[in-house]
């Protein structure tokens, strides 16, 4: 038996939820399982300490060459921010810190663009794309030098 509810939207027989509500609940599937994803991540990198010899595999750059290349010390970066120590994870990776934070950010307006029912395009002019690879070059050289041995993991 299908119903017609204040808003002559239409209900569907099986749950009773307005059709609209389940057109932005299916929208909110994407999003939903890129959240779980990774949720998932962070909390297997929160329970299994990075810190610990023989859990995860050493960054090849670094065992070839003994150069830190931008993304050493993101395990443990997300690892100490997992667990809230913010500082740590700054000392760790402080680019990775950034990202985890952009990604939340991008995260968010993505939903809530979902929601509104508007475009999810999130698009980046080229010159803050090449603001970051600058950034990302710029944070992997200064590591490398001796006096920026701050920015070490």
């Known amino acids: 038996m299908r119903g017609v509810n204040a808003d002559s939207r239409r209900v569907t027989p099986s749950s009773g939820a307005p059709t609209g509500a389940r057109s932005v609940l299916g929208r909110l599937a994407v999003p939903a399982g890129v959240l779980a994803a990774v949720a998932g991540a962070f909390a297997y990198v929160g329970a299994v300490d990075p810190n610990e010899p023989g859990h995860y595999p050493v960054c090849p750059l670094l065992r070839l060459t003994g150069l830190y290349c931008p993304g050493c010390g993101g395990l443990r970066a997300a690892h100490a921010f997992a667990h809230g120590d913010i500082a740590t994870a700054l000392t760790d990776n ?49 590591r490398n030098l001796p006096f920026g041995g701050w920015l070490h993991p």
């Open 94 to 142: 402080a680019l990775a810190v950034l990202g985890f934070l952009a990604f939340a950010a991008g995260w968010t307006i993505w939903v809530v663009r979902t929601v509104r029912g508007r475009p999810t395009k999130i698009e980046m002019p080229s010159v803050a794309l090449w603001s970051l690879g600058a950034l990302t070059l710029v944070f992997t050289v200064v």
